[in-house]
């Protein structure tokens, strides 16, 4: 949607209805699952014309197909951006949206506190295209203006950080970007648009692992892209794939073609087309389904979490919960000014007693399940340094907010007292 | 910085049924050029696209003669779309006022990127309908729903049935 025009429906109309029309062939008013992968030309001049990019058009499921197409402007919508790109997960979302920005030799800054599989995605993988990521603590956002270099291409944090409450303050982190010339990437997939409006502070571009809140009930695992359509990707030579002449395209230039729509078509016609990571119809579907009731579900999965948190925090096993929505949290203040409709509801605390109680409580608990997801509408624990943190260093995994102690919650959609009644078993039996 | 510009799908949707002859100001005779992708675009969906642009004069683009002035495209035009720098837009509106009459120009669309108040103060002051920077072909697809289909924000929310062309 255009800058200038404002939005005329509110986040729950929209989150129904962006991007899924009644079908006009059949009239189906659910979203089909076009489970299909190609798309039949009237003539060879009219496949020209969708291979050029000259018409708009379905063509092969690689790069679009419309039930995915649904998904993707149904999030595009929902944060308020221009255009959205699905993908098969949340870390090929982090793939796709670093792909037009950085060449071989670039590098990006993220933050030290980001889900452990991005740290090991962003610090091991990556090298291997020559990406290089440097890691800072952005609570001080000093360090990131230090870490800047000529070849900086972007500053990726999370909005809320899995697992341990943190919360990036993006105005400041956004005005950094901004004078360097570099894109904000914020991974708003704890936060949800629902809670965390990303755009509105400042990012310039907003990846999700929909896998979590969006899709919402562990079905399906998916990823997105969205383009605010606000960064002018040709002010400066830092960004040759979006400005400069692309050789595939028999050197059109797709910031002066498509203007606000370049990023997103690029990451279609050149990233999906060359990396492949496209997302399933199927997924999209169940995906679609989800954000149906995302207001809904976030906001009972952030009272239920609020209220687990403050059980926890006047529990004798426990030593610390780190959740941004109490008030002994230091993100606390951020919390109300980011996050005010509710702090999310994935958040770590401490047992008293280190590794061994930490993976004895994961063991004695009965409703929580024991598995590496969030976002679900079950309630779910796991002990992060023993599993998804276990690539990392210690030096990393304390950073990160995983130490031996900590133990990850993402609550979910049951009654309050059966999800607290299970912690507290879990723990006594844990201490016997 | 200058106002937000806000025009209504109606208002869009009014223009964009409401006109067949366009002359695209600045077209251009390179394919990789967004004037060629935006007239080819048109063209397909039953528009006739005249091309201007003193440089091509007498070329063919995409099956049309081009002219090196509005003046000298025959018959009625309806619709000034400007594929030309923001500063030298208000010399091509002040041509397509001079010809409002004998030309029937109703509308000025001043392509992305292109904007210039005091001009659009003036061809509205005559009469004429203006859009400032906006594509026509993109306004077109949003408004079709054809735009959604690589994943971009649309903005429409509707629960009619749209109806189609087949065939
Ligand atoms: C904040 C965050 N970002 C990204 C990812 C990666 O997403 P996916 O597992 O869909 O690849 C996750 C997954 O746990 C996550 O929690």
Known sequence: MTKDNKERFGFETRMIHAGSQPEPVTGARQTPIF????????????????????????IYSRLTNPTVAALEERIANLEGGRGATACASGHAAQILALFPLMDPGD?????????GGSITQFGKTFKKFDWRCTFVDVDQAENVRKALTPKTKAIFVESLANPGGVISDLEALS????????????????ATPYLCPAFEWG??????STTKFLSGNGTSTGGCVVDSGTFDWAASDKFPSLSAPEPAYHGLRFAESFGDMAYTLHSHAVALRDLGATMAPMNAFQTLLGIETLSLRMERHCANALAVARFLESHDLVEWVS?????????????????????????????????????????????????????????????????THRQLSEDQRIAAGAGPDVIRLSIGLETLDDITADLDQALTRAAE | MSEPLNYSDEFLRGILSGVRGI?????????????YFAMKYLQEKGFRVIPVNPGAAGQEILGETCYATLAEVPGSIDMVDIFRASD?????????????????IRVIWMQLGVRDDAAAARAQAAGLSVVMNRCPKIEYGRLHSELSWGGFNSGIISSKRRRIRIG
Not at chain 1, 203 to 208: E, M, N, R, T, Y
């Open chain 1, 175 to 190: 005005a950094i970007a901004r004078e360097a010339g570099i894109p904000l990437i914020v991974d708003n997939t704890m």
């Open chain 1, 323 to 387: 959740h941004a929505g109490l008030e002994s949290s230091p993100y606390h203040a951020l919390a109300n000014k980011y996050l005010p409709k509710g702090a999310g509801a994935v958040f770590t605390f401490g047992v008293k007693g280190g590794y061994e109680m930490g993976i004895k409580v994961v063991e004695a608990c009965e409703l929580f399940s024991h598995l590496a997801n969030i976002g679900d509408t079950r309630s779910l624990i796991l002990h992060p340094a023993s599993t």
């Open chain 2, 88 to 104: 030298a837009a208000g010399q091509t509106v002040d041509e397509a006022l001079a010809l409002k009459d004998s030309k029937n």
């Open chain 1, 203 to 208: 990012a310039d571009l907003i990846v999700h």
């Open chain 1, 107 to 115: 590098d990006f800054i993220a933050s030290n506190r980001l889900y």
């Open chain 1, 35 to 58: 489970q299909n992968t190609s798309y039949v030309f009237h003539d060879t001049d009219h496949a020209a014309s969708l291979f050029n990019l000259q018409t708009f058009g379905f």
């Open chain 2, 23 to 35: 002359a695209m100001v600045g077209a251009s005779t390179k394919w990789t050029r967004p004037s």
